[in-house]
């Protein structure tokens, strides 16, 4: 059962337009988002995160927007950047049940940005 | 600040062997996750590790094992290795169990079961 689901396999943007990814969640527990950047044969990397008591958070380029009660989130990168391109990750956890801190993943969007 | 590194990068084994992969947290950080990632898949949780004390643990079989020493480092075990265990391993360290604290990754280790 895929709690974190990210429908979109690849997107494909042009330099210095938005690009949007897209992620569905269906555990209703998750109060905590997460998205990572992976290059191939790096690990992930944190780029940013939001508690569900915000509806968005926004860190340079990188923007997360959160809508509880359609259980959707989305990343906008804006201007994209041939170097952005990469897997991301949309990551979930949930507060409650104590201090165990387990992040659920969805199976990631291949972002290209063409120049 | 030294990232989390992991070792050994690959690994080649057979079925019904045991492997031991390693990961050194970044400095300052106490607690250590290890996750399995199949191709095509995002990662999923396997245990993570608090203060040398197992502190959660994903659906996987007692075979996988692990270890936390004083100074915070980490070792995923897994024994009776299968063709489906096949897959790069994960770590990510953290600082402390918090809710709100990111985990940060290591690059990996591509274990193959021929």
């Known amino acids: 059962d895929q709690q974190v689901k990210q429908n979109s396999p690849s997107l494909s943007v042009q330099e210095g337009r938005i690009s949007i990814l897209n992620c569905d969640y269906t555990n209703s527990m998750f109060d905590y988002f997460l998205w990572y950047k992976k290059y191939p044969a790096e690990g992930p990397t944190f780029l940013i995160s939001i508690s569900s008591i915000k509806d968005k958070n926004e860190d340079g380029r990188f923007t997360v927007f959160l809508n509880k009660s359609a259980k959707h989130l989305s990343l906008h990168i804006v201007p994209s950047q041939p170097g952005d391109s990469a897997v991301y990750f949309c990551?979930?956890?949930?507060?409650?049940?104590?201090?165990?801190?387990?992040?659920?993943f969805g199976k990631g969007t291949l972002l290209t940005v063409n120049p | 600040e030294t990232g989390v590194t992991q070792s050994p990068t690959h690994l080649i084994k057979t079925r019904g062997q045991q492997v031991t992969l390693r990961c050194s947290s970044q400095?300052?950080?106490?607690?250590v996750s290890w996750y399995q990632q199949a191709l095509g898949q995002g990662p999923q949780f396997i245990f993570q590790?608090?203060?040398?004390?197992?502190?959660g643990r994903g659906n996987f079989p007692p075979r996988f094992s692990g270890l936390q020493f004083p100074n915070y480092s980490s070792e995923l075990n897994v024994n009776a290795l299968e063709l489906d265990d096949s897959a790069l391993y994960l770590c990510?360290?953290?600082?402390?169990?918090?809710?709100?604290?990111?985990?940060?990754f290591g690059d990996g280790t591509r274990l193959s079961i021929l």
């Open positions: 400095s300052g950080h106490n607690t």
């Open positions: 990551a979930a956890s949930a507060a409650s049940g104590g201090s165990n801190y387990k992040l659920t």
């Open positions: 590790y608090y203060r040398e004390e197992e502190n």
């Open positions: 990510a360290s953290s600082s402390g169990t918090g809710h709100n604290q990111p985990q940060h």
